[in-house]
C-alpha cells in the first residue's frame, strides 16, 4: 500500500484474479462458521477523447487499473471487524483486526487459521 496516500498498489487483472480466488476460499469457511463478509474489488476506469481529430471519428482512449482485492469482515455491529488481503510476492493472507495486534500473516496453504484467527478476535471482543 501507499502508505503515503492510502492507495493500494495497482496488481494486473491475472494476480487480482488469483487473489480473489484465494480470498473467496476464505469466505466460504467465515460462512460455515456464521460470519459474514464481502469481497471487494477496486478498478479505476478512465475514458479520454482526443478532441484535435474531426468528428465522428475521434479515437476514444481508455485505462484500467486494478487494486488488489480485498475481504472485509463484518461484525454483528456493521463495522468492519477484520480485512484480509493477498500478499503481491508472498501469496500469503494477510489478516489485519480492528483493535487488534498489527499486521497478521498466514501462509497461503492454511486459510482455515485465517478463519480461526478471526473467529479468535471476535470472541475476545465479546468477553
Keep these: 500500500m501507499d502508505h503515503s496516500r492510502g492507495i493500494p498498489?495497482?496488481?494486473?487483472?491475472?494476480?487480482?484474479?488469483?487473489q480473489d480466488r484465494?480470498?473467496?476460499v476464505v469466505q466460504k469457511l467465515l460462512l460455515e462458521q456464521g460470519v459474514r463478509a464481502?469481497?471487494?474489488n477496486t478498478i479505476n476506469l478512465e475514458l479520454s477523447v482526443n478532441r484535435d481529430r474531426p468528428w465522428p471519428d475521434p479515437p476514444?482512449?481508455?485505462?484500467?487499473?486494478?487494486?488488489p482485492p480485498e475481504l472485509a469482515v463484518i461484525g454483528p455491529q456493521g463495522w468492519r471487524d477484520a480485512?484480509?488481503?493477498?500478499?503481491?510476492?508472498s501469496g500469503s493472507y494477510m489478516l489485519a483486526v480492528r483493535?487488534?495486534?498489527?499486521?497478521?500473516?498466514?501462509?497461503?496453504?492454511?486459510?482455515?487459521?485465517?478463519?480461526a484467527l478471526i473467529i479468535a478476535a471476535r470472541s475476545g471482543e465479546r468477553s
Excluded: F, K, M, Y
Excluded at 9 to 18: I, Q, R, S, Y
Excluded at 83 to 89: A, D, E, P, W
Excluded at 100 to 113: D, K, W
Design 60 to 67: 476514444v482512449r481508455s485505462s484500467v487499473e486494478r487494486h
Design 22 to 24: 484465494a480470498l473467496a
Design 9 to 18: 498498489p495497482l496488481v494486473d487483472e491475472a494476480a487480482a484474479e488469483n
Design 99 to 115: 483493535g487488534g495486534p498489527a499486521l497478521q500473516t498466514v501462509r497461503s496453504e492454511h486459510p482455515e487459521q485465517v478463519v
Design 38 to 40: 464481502h469481497r471487494h
Design 83 to 89: 480485512t484480509v488481503t493477498v500478499g503481491q510476492r
